[in-house]
């Protein structure tokens, strides 16, 4: 087979002669570096030889893709490349890589190694393309090495001048590169990974090493357990996934009919279960579309989060050293000109942007525990860059919301696990499944009793035990019209996969206390001892006992949970209803390896940064019982008409309370009624005792 698409097509006539006299350059000063006759700087010799080592190998990979041969290869032998390709950023070899920050400014110097970390790093992220044929991609990396590798041979080469060049290589190709990641989401006729997994042999593991990312045992033990399942449930599966999609557009009364496109997310090994969906969707009226989370400079979002479809990664360590890679060349000149080509981008697709539906995601859960190390040698932004940073995402959301109203579009997320996860990976795979798939009906019933108490609060309470230390009051907003308003939505299986909670948008103003955790993990990454101090709503001091000393834990939180702000506002008060969730987490010792979709229904949790209306606040919808949902925003996104730049934070992260640390919530009303929902991690409230059966 070859997967070839109309884009890669173009490419080759556009770009083959380029690439031909860039491929020949760089393959002599390989060889000359191997024969010692470079004239750069001998420091560098080492690096240079294998950064240029490496491109060779990615153009033999090109050209092994081109001409078919890779396709003839057997899976031994791709799977030998594949390791090839990554061997340098494998967690045995990352500590004497290029790649390693720490490594490159330990044998290159502390400017000149930044800089050419950052190209190492850059042109890895070519690999992928390569895969795709995707020629303007390779030929723009392999003339930025010659670029720079020009620039060392001349003894007095300053390091902004590598700068120089990695800014402009940036800025003068973000016509192209930012149009092509637009049209990757929402034009169907360009897609790769959809031409892929539609007419590859699903069975034969193979066509794994047809995408180019890095293969390892998540993503082949996932492939291998979904062809031993039976062709039922794998349909089960994509319903689930599907109809979680369809009924939120129901929820949200959506016209889905005006709908051409769904943006599809997920990582490799789920491809059975993708191509069943896509064929779902199809008949939803929806093709699918779907663009790579790769690590380019042009695409780095300043959080170290993957979005769109991937592989798990080589080596996260890799990935969170990488993470803030732009700060070497971020400015405001970048910043602006990403958002006037992000505009001409959604004008030229603004056709395809007004039929795009939003996406539909498949998280996984269950990789080994992930602590980084904090490297002083990593970039970072500096305090008017950071400032700049949110300006822009600020700008871009605005921008992104302009063409792609969010009070339009919907979206459903569910996980499965990976079979790191453990021995019990099948039992546990199917008992995701299950929770994946409760009686909505029932939990309808029991959550509307919540709803109904809580309504008659003034304020919520929520206190710890075990060790926990929580003790905060929530303050809800006031019901002008109890008979036909509501403060929570009753969250059944729709857009968030699984059931089980009830949230609302807090009262910012009486929100305060302290929320504490003693483990919990976000985005992939472990906290030990969270806790936050809030304020009025705000988070106003923060710290957790990862590492040694105060000033390395407040950095992890704001550079992770913070996101660069210096604060967050709560955007949710939630309490999750899942309690089978929770007591498989229990059973299996997996706990602390749920993900926060599944997470966040095993106990009362807390959102910071938006709303979860972020966008969607003048949108009316309603509970099962008719209710009007009311509260929606807060005192922030209220600015959303007059000063839109203020209104959002563009992140929203849950921590959840797990029953075992919690102690009692507590309905306060205004008559000074109390009204026990929970006393010490169990239901009390008359009709929920049903909850507590499987704890």
């Not at 070859?2 to 860039?22: D, H, M």
């Not at 309490?575 to 987490?585: E, L, Q, R, V």
């Amino acid at each position: 087979m070859n997967i070839v698409y109309p884009k890669a097509e173009e490419e080759k006539k556009q770009y083959q002669e380029r690439y031909e006299l860039a491929a020949g350059r760089v393959r002599g000063v390989y060889e000359e570096l191997k024969n010692g006759g470079a004239v750069v700087p001998e420091y560098t010799g080492d690096y240079f030889e294998k950064v240029s080592g490496y491109l060779v190998m990615l153009m033999e990979t090109y050209e092994s893709v081109t001409d078919g041969t890779l396709y003839t290869k057997s899976l031994e032998e791709l799977q030998e490349q594949n390791h090839a390709l990554y061997e340098d950023i494998l967690p045995e070899n990352y500590g004497e890589s290029y790649a390693n920050p720490a490594y490159a400014v330990k044998v290159l110097g502390e400017e000149y190694g930044r800089y050419l970390c950052l190209l190492y790093a850059e042109l890895r992220e070519t690999l992928v393309w390569v895969f795709e044929q995707r020629l303007f991609f390779l030929v723009t990396g392999l003339e930025l090495f010659i670029e720079i590798y020009d620039l060392m041979e001349d003894e007095k080469c300053e390091p902004h001048e590598l700068r120089n060049a990695l800014y402009y290589y940036v800025y003068d190709y973000a016509d192209v590169t930012i149009a092509d990641r637009t049209q990757a989401m929402l034009d169907p006729d360009h897609c790769f990974a959809q031409s892929l997994i539609m007419t590859a042999d699903l069975t034969d593991q193979k066509y794994l090493y047809y995408f180019g990312e890095y293969i390892g045992e998540n993503e082949l033990g996932t492939a291998r357990h979904l062809q031993e399942l039976e062709v039922k449930q794998i349909e089960d599966m994509a319903c689930t996934y599907t109809e979680g999609y369809r009924k939120g557009f129901e929820l949200y009364r959506i016209d889905l009919s005006s709908k051409q496109t769904v943006n599809i997310r997920y990582q490799l090994g789920f491809e059975r279960m993708i191509r069943a969906a896509m064929c779902r969707f199809e008949k939803l009226g929806l093709k699918t579309t779907m663009y790579r989370a790769v690590g380019n400079l042009i695409y780095h979002n300043g959080r170290g989060i993957r979005v769109g479809y991937s592989s798990g990664g080589a080596n996260p360590q890799y990935d969170y050293d990488h993470r803030f890679d732009e700060a070497l060349i971020f400015g405001k000149a970048l910043a602006d000109r990403k958002l006037a080509q992000q505009r001409c981008a959604y004008e030229e697709y603004q056709t395809l942007a007004a039929a795009y539906a939003g996406p539909a995601v498949v998280e996984v859960f269950g990789e080994e525990p992930f602590v980084p190390v904090a490297k002083k040698e990593a970039a970072v932004y500096t305090e008017k860059q950071r400032k700049q940073k949110l300006e822009y995402q600020s700008a871009a959301s605005l921008l992104s919301n302009e063409f792609i109203p969010g009070d339009q579009v919907s979206f459903t997320i569910i996980a499965y696990p990976v079979p790191e996860i453990g021995q019990n990976y099948k039992e546990i795979f199917d008992e995701t499944v299950r929770v994946n798939t409760l009686d909505s009906t029932k939990y309808s019933v029991i959550q509307q009793k919540l709803i109904d108490a809580l309504d008659q609060g003034e304020y919520v309470t929520v206190t710890g035990r075990n060790g926990n230390r929580t003790d905060l009051t929530v303050a809800l907003h006031p019901l002008e019209d109890p008979e036909r308003q509501t403060d929570f939505e009753n969250c059944l299986a729709d857009v968030n996969i699984p059931l089980g909670e009830v949230f609302t948008s807090p009262k910012l103003e009486g929100t305060h206390g302290t929320l504490h955790v003693t483990e919990v993990y976000l985005n992939e990454l472990k906290y030990e001892n969270l806790s936050l101090e809030i304020e009025d709503g705000t988070v106003k001091e923060y710290m957790c006992t990862n590492f040694g000393t105060e000033k390395e834990n407040k950095a992890y939180i704001e550079e992770n949970l913070l996101f660069q702000h210096l604060t967050l506002p709560m955007g949710e008060f939630a309490i999750g209803t899942n309690t089978t969730a929770y007591a498989m987490g229990q059973k299996y010792g997996i706990s602390n390896l749920l993900p926060i979709l599944i997470a966040e229904k095993t106990g009362p949790h807390f959102a910071f940064g938006d709303t979860c209306f972020s966008h969607e606040e003048d949108l009316v919808t309603y509970n099962p019982d008719g209710k009007q949902m009311i509260a929606k925003e807060n005192r922030f996104s209220a600015l959303r008409h007059t000063e839109p730049e203020k209104a959002y934070f563009n992140c929203h992260t849950d921590v959840t309370i797990p029953y075992h640390e919690l102690g009692d919530i507590i309905v306060h009303c205004h008559d000074g009624r109390q009204i026990a929902l929970i006393h010490e991690g169990r239901f009390v409230l008359e009709g929920t005792e049903e909850l507590n059966e499987v704890l």
